[in-house]
């Protein structure tokens, strides 16, 4: 089978390698669909996310999507999923005995086990391969009706949905959210699902606010222009999605006194700028909002329902063109969600 690779930071392959049998509790899928997010990219330009740096080749991918090819030892006749049926691939194994993960708070689990992660070693081999194998209870088969080309937008969406749940309350507040990137985006579509009455986002390029617009936006600002009047009243909460510190300054400026600052997005390595006063002096609650749990389930579900988010996926490349791919999906001026088609066969873009 093929896989898209990282061998070291500027250095992707689609590589040949084995299939494996699945082994005890595992289940086989054959993946259709896998959605380039911006850790990828981080591994692919950088060789690292954050803290966690490549020390060894890995596949890439946690966004993924195809139909279940085999089952392993003790997965079949227990009522799960049959041969053929569409799913989706929680990718996450927490430990399920820590202190997090036994008060519910598996996403923040310190011994869990993510698709196409560095941050433990050996690696955890990722999705982008046309054969994976995977814990029995990481399946989801498809709700009826849901296509995999909606369905592989689950894995961010439940980024965005947990990034909204850790904000508290939201119906009736107005939103600020830096950053329009796919989570960004995603986020918009979140926020206005569980009612805020204003979602304002900025960034940098024109073409990822026409996409936040589509998503629900109520207004959207460029960053680099701070004279724009969406910039006159300050917003309840805000959600840091664009992983910079200058987006990191503008919700902690632009946040109402007593207001909330999500930090979503994953800020570079080491020590950053932060107005530290300023959230001192209007008692401003500054939370982090890391992956997701539950949210995978609810965001599977409204996504078989009428959720707007097709306009986050801007491209399509077939596996073997997976270097061209991530080259689009770095260039925000024209390219929001990318995809990789793992199945050899629609070529489009």
């Known amino acids: 089978m093929q896989a898209c690779v990282v061998h070291g930071a500027g250095d992707l392959r689609v590589d040949e390698r084995p299939p494996v049998v699945p082994g005890p509790g595992e289940i086989a899928v054959t993946v259709a669909l896998g959605g380039i997010c911006g850790s990828d990219l981080h591994y692919y330009h950088h060789g690292r996310v954050g803290d966690f740096a490549l020390r060894e080749p890995m596949v890439l991918g946690h966004e993924v999507v195809g139909h279940v090819a085999a089952l392993g030892p003790g997965t079949d006749g227990t009522g799960g999923p049959a041969v053929g049926t569409p799913v989706a691939v929680h990718p996450a194994t927490p430990c399920g005995t820590c202190q997090e993960c036994a008060g519910g708070r598996r996403n923040i689990c310190a011994h869990t086990r993510y698709l196409g992660s560095a941050a433990h070693t050996p690696h955890v081999q990722g999705g982008f391969a046309q054969l994976i194998n995977v814990p029995a209870d990481q399946i989801r088969p498809l709700p009826p009706g849901l296509s995999l080309r909606r369905a592989v937008l689950a894995e961010p969406l439940s980024v965005a949905l947990h990034a909204v749940r850790r904000a508290g309350e939201v119906s009736g507040k107005r939103v600020l959210v830096t950053g329009a990137g796919p989570i960004g985006c995603l986020v918009v579509a979140a926020l206005r699902h ?156």
Do not use: Y
């Open 194 to 349: 569980h009612g805020a009455a204003e979602v304002v986002v900025s960034d940098l390029f024109d073409e990822p606010l026409r996409i936040a617009t589509e998503m629900g936006a109520t207004a959207t600002a460029r960053a680099d222009r701070t004279d724009d009047p969406v910039w006159a009243s300050p917003f309840d909460i805000a959600v840091e999605a664009s992983g910079s510190p200058a987006g990191l300054r503008t919700c902690v400026e632009r946040v109402r006194r007593g207001g909330t600052v999500v930090l979503l997005g994953l800020l570079p390595p080491g020590e950053v700028p932060l107005l530290g006063n300023v959230a001192v002096t209007r008692e401003l609650d500054l939370r982090g909002a890391f992956r997701f749990d539950t949210e995978f389930d609810e965001a599977l579900s409204l996504l078989a329902q009428s959720l707007p988010v097709e306009p986050t996926v801007t491209h399509t490349f077939p596996l073997e063109q997976s270097v061209a791919a991530f080259d689009m999906a770095r260039d925000r001026t024209v390219a929001s969600k990318v995809l990789l088609d793992l199945t050899g066969g629609d070529q489009g873009h």
